[in-house]
């Protein structure tokens, strides 16, 4: 069983560059289906997630080459199958990005219907709704979605019931080879939004309005293959800024790589929790907080705080100087992580999508298992200023996401280690 172990207590110095986004790579890789031909990916980060949509591209007829640790070439010219199997999409479930593109270039798509997982029901039903007004029609048999636009795809004006950003995405990649103008209204606002939306204009669509709620779409009849550099990753970004803000020794940590105006939201909640940030040429320095105050955070759509940083800031103020709430609007079953948190001295109480979190004095080192990506990724966070090992379990969820996790804090003078330990001996 691979874990990650920390020794607790070591301060933070130094700078760390973050990847290019995670969220956006996976769905610029599925727009590379657009535009016939090899398109270019640079600053695309070496994370596990990557891989399995290489391998969905790959099972289509796409050729990939690795032009270097960061660089992929896709060539989508000789694709000629419009599947995304099971075993795939089970694996990762923004497999299903690649339905817009699909239907957009070919007019048709086989993609193996999405289960639960462990963030909650995650549901497609506004990817479909949304596609279907455009003209897809949808059949679903042995556990696969058909969808069909062989009769084309035709604009129209698609309301959003919830700003997701799955469904914004699906409906751009499909809507830039429609007939005709579709207008996506109650559009989700994140920032790899706009990174798709700007590589796709760089390709010869017509997009306007990308990070605002309302984005239009004007078909064009071809897009063509570009080189384009992926939008560093906020999130990331934002985990290590947790990180030095609990353990940064005087010189603080400079986070480099990502664009501060992506974190707006947490850079003011953090502050308010009295953690001090300077920007910096590169990006952001962070220095430890000396008391954190305790604070009121709700997870919401871009621009509001993103659920993605929920975990990290849970571990913030569970060592808050008195009582924090945490209000989950996105996912239902995104504070598992706060059990993990608990067993290492947190005092966390849940009520439906509300944490209510009474902060301590100290974490203690424990074995953890990581529930999910970035809960797996707060727990290591969280094991660098407990007192002892804290090791970490189920850490194959922080490589989804995370790239070299371990050898960028140890770079920063963090006691961290992959390790090896025997499975559980149970009967
Ligand atoms: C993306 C991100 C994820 C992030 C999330 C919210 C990727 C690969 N993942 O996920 O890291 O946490 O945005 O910022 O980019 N919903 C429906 N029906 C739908 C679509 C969504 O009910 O058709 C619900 C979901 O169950 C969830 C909420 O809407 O409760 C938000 O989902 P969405 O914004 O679509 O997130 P993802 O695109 O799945």
Same mark, same amino acid.
């Given at each position: 069983?691979?874990?990650?172990?920390?020794?607790?207590?070591?301060?933070?110095?130094?700078?760390?560059?973050?990847?290019?986004?995670?969220?956006?790579?996976?769905? +610029?890789?599925? =727009?590379?289906?657009? /535009?016939? *031909? $090899? #398109?270019?990916?640079? !600053?695309?980060?070496?994370?596990?997630?990557?891989?399995?949509?290489?391998?969905?591209?790959?099972?289509?007829?796409?050729?990939?080459?690795?032009?270097?640790?960061?660089?992929?070439?896709?060539?989508?010219?000789?694709?000629?199958?419009?599947?995304?199997?099971?075993?795939?999409?089970?694996?990762?479930?923004?497999?299903?990005?690649?339905?817009?593109?699909?239907?957009?270039?070919?007019?048709?798509?086989?993609?193996?219907?999405?289960?639960?997982?462990?963030?909650?029901?995650?549901?497609?039903?506004?990817?479909?709704?949304?596609?279907?007004?455009?003209?897809?029609?949808?059949?679903?048999?042995?556990?696969?979605?058909?969808?069909?636009?062989?009769?084309?795809?035709?604009?129209?004006?698609?309301?959003?019931?919830?700003?997701?950003?799955?469904?914004?995405?699906? +409906?751009?990649? =499909?809507?830039?080879? /429609?007939? *005709? $103008? #579709?207008?996506?209204? !109650?559009?989700?606002?994140?920032?790899?939004?706009?990174?798709?939306?700007?590589?796709?204009?760089?390709?010869?669509?017509?997009?306007?309005?990308?990070?605002?709620?309302?984005?239009?779409?004007?078909?064009?009849?071809?897009?063509?293959?570009?080189?384009?550099?992926?939008?560093?990753?906020?999130?990331?970004?934002?985990?290590?800024?947790?990180?030095?803000?609990?353990?940064?020794?005087?010189?603080?940590?400079?986070?480099?790589?990502?664009?501060?105006?992506?974190?707006?939201?947490?850079?003011?909640?953090?502050?308010?929790?009295?953690?001090?940030?300077?920007?910096?040429?590169?990006?952001?320095?962070?220095?430890?907080?000396?008391?954190?105050?305790?604070?009121?955070?709700?997870?919401?759509?871009?621009?509001?705080?993103?659920?993605?940083?929920?975990?990290?800031?849970?571990?913030?103020?569970?060592?808050?100087?008195?009582?924090?709430?945490?209000?989950? !609007?996105?996912?239902?079953?995104?504070?598992?992580?706060?059990?993990?948190?608990?067993?290492?001295?947190?005092?966390?109480?849940?009520?439906?999508?509300?944490?209510?979190?009474?902060?301590?004095?100290?974490?203690?080192?424990?074995?953890?298992?990581?529930?999910?990506?970035?809960?797996?990724?707060?727990?290591?966070?969280?094991?660098?200023?407990?007192?002892?090992?804290?090791?970490?379990?189920?850490?194959?969820?922080?490589?989804?996401?995370?790239?070299?996790?371990?050898?960028?804090?140890?770079?920063?003078?963090?006691?961290?280690?992959?390790?090896?330990?025997?499975?559980?001996?149970?009967?």
């Amino acid at each position: 069983m691979d874990i990650i172990r920390v020794e607790g207590g070591h301060h933070l110095e130094g700078s760390v560059a973050v990847s290019g986004a995670k969220n956006s790579a996976l769905k +610029l890789m599925a =727009a590379t289906l657009l /535009a016939p *031909g $090899t #398109t270019t990916l640079t !600053n695309v980060p070496n994370i596990s997630d990557v891989h399995v949509m290489g391998k969905v591209l790959k099972r289509m007829g796409a050729e990939i080459e690795v032009v270097d640790e960061h660089t992929l070439a896709i060539d989508t010219s000789h694709v000629d199958s419009w599947e995304a199997p099971y075993e795939l999409v089970a694996k990762m479930r923004a497999s299903t990005a690649v339905m817009g593109p699909l239907l957009g270039r070919f007019g048709k798509a086989k993609i193996a219907m999405p289960g639960g997982c462990n963030l909650g029901a995650r549901k497609i039903d506004m990817h479909i709704l949304g596609l279907q007004a455009l003209g897809v029609e949808f059949d679903t048999e042995h556990g696969y979605i058909y969808a069909d636009a062989s009769a084309g795809l035709t604009g129209t004006n698609v309301t959003l019931e919830f700003a997701s950003v799955g469904a914004t995405e699906n +409906l751009i990649m =499909a809507s830039v080879r /429609a007939t *005709g $103008t #579709t207008v996506i209204d !109650n559009a989700a606002r994140e920032p790899e939004i706009v990174d798709l939306a700007t590589m796709l204009n760089e390709m010869g669509a017509k997009i306007s309005g990308a990070g605002t709620p309302v984005v239009t779409i004007e078909g064009v009849e071809e897009l063509t293959p570009v080189t384009h550099r992926v939008v560093g990753d906020r999130i990331e970004a934002g985990t290590f800024l947790v990180a030095g803000a609990l353990m940064a020794g005087p010189a603080g940590v400079e986070v480099t790589g990502f664009n501060p105006m992506h974190l707006n939201m947490v850079i003011r909640k953090f502050e308010a929790m009295g953690v001090p940030f300077e920007r910096t040429e590169g990006g952001l320095r962070v220095r430890r907080a000396e008391r954190i105050e305790p604070i009121d955070i709700q997870t919401l759509p871009f621009p509001g705080f993103p659920t993605d940083m929920q975990p990290q800031a849970m571990t913030l103020s569970a060592l808050a100087d008195g009582n924090s709430i945490i209000t989950e !609007n996105i996912f239902e079953n995104r504070f598992m992580f706060a059990s993990e948190l608990v067993r290492m001295g947190a005092d966390i109480h849940i009520e439906s999508h509300h944490a209510m979190i009474h902060g301590v004095t100290g974490f203690s080192g424990a074995q953890v298992s990581s529930p999910d990506l970035r809960g797996g990724a707060a727990l290591v966070v969280a094991g660098l200023i407990a007192e002892g090992i804290t090791e970490v379990s189920a850490v194959h969820h922080i490589a989804r996401g995370y790239e070299r996790f371990v050898e960028k804090l140890s770079a920063l003078g963090a006691r961290v280690e992959h390790a090896s330990v025997p499975d559980p001996d149970i009967d």
